[in-house]
């Protein structure tokens, strides 16, 4: 990826590391006004070091978009995935009895699934205000 946004020329800095290490060393604490984590959570477990990196560093009304794939069952990718790999806790009625209470289930695809009340209710404990939530596919897969 870096070497496609290079190839185009588009951005005045390109940095590759991890994005725990670019919140705590390379931000002024409260000095950022929008963070954008598309498809950066399918790569991590817990969420809780994200979201308080991006609490540290956003503005007093600074705003924090991100994705995540959904571990509920009722939606089409856990469906699937508990039907193709036998895994019939990841298509219960209740998802969190498959990953307990860490919110989060890693996925025959490599991707991490996460349970979007836990995600909501620990953006609550950080002191994030939720404006919006929707479901929706991220990316289109073919195998």
């Given at each position: 990826?870096?070497?496609?946004?290079?190839?185009?020329?588009q951005?005045d800095?390109?940095v590759h590391?991890d994005?725990l290490?670019i919140l705590?060393s390379?931000?002024?604490?409260r000095?950022?006004?929008?963070?954008?984590?598309?498809?950066?959570?399918p790569?991590?477990?817990s969420l809780?070091g994200?979201?308080r990196?991006?609490?540290a560093?956003?503005?007093?009304?600074?705003?924090f978009a991100?994705t995540i794939?959904a571990?509920?069952?009722?939606?089409?990718?856990p469906a699937?995935?508990?039907?193709?790999?036998?895994?019939e806790?990841?298509?219960g009625n209740?998802s969190?009895?498959?990953?307990?209470?860490?919110?989060w289930?890693?996925?025959?695809n490599?991707r991490?699934?996460?349970e979007?009340?836990?995600v909501?209710?620990?953006?609550?404990e950080?002191?994030?205000e939720?404006?919006?939530?929707?479901?929706?596919?991220l990316?289109?897969?073919?195998?």
């Amino acid at each position: 990826m870096l070497t496609e946004a290079r190839r185009k020329g588009q951005y005045d800095v390109y940095v590759h590391r991890d994005v725990l290490d670019i919140l705590a060393s390379s931000l002024h604490a409260r000095s950022v006004d929008l963070v954008v984590a598309a498809d950066v959570a399918p790569y991590k477990g817990s969420l809780e070091g994200l979201l308080r990196g991006v609490a540290a560093v956003l503005k007093m009304g600074g705003r924090f978009a991100f994705t995540i794939e959904a571990l509920e069952p009722h939606l089409p990718l856990p469906a699937l995935l508990a039907r193709q790999h036998g895994r019939e806790e990841w298509g219960g009625n209740d998802s969190r009895h498959a990953h307990g209470s860490r919110g989060w289930e890693l996925m025959p695809n490599g991707r991490i699934a996460h349970e979007r009340l836990h995600v909501e209710a620990l953006a609550l404990e950080l002191g994030f205000e939720i404006e919006a939530a929707g479901d929706g596919p991220l990316r289109w897969q073919v195998i």
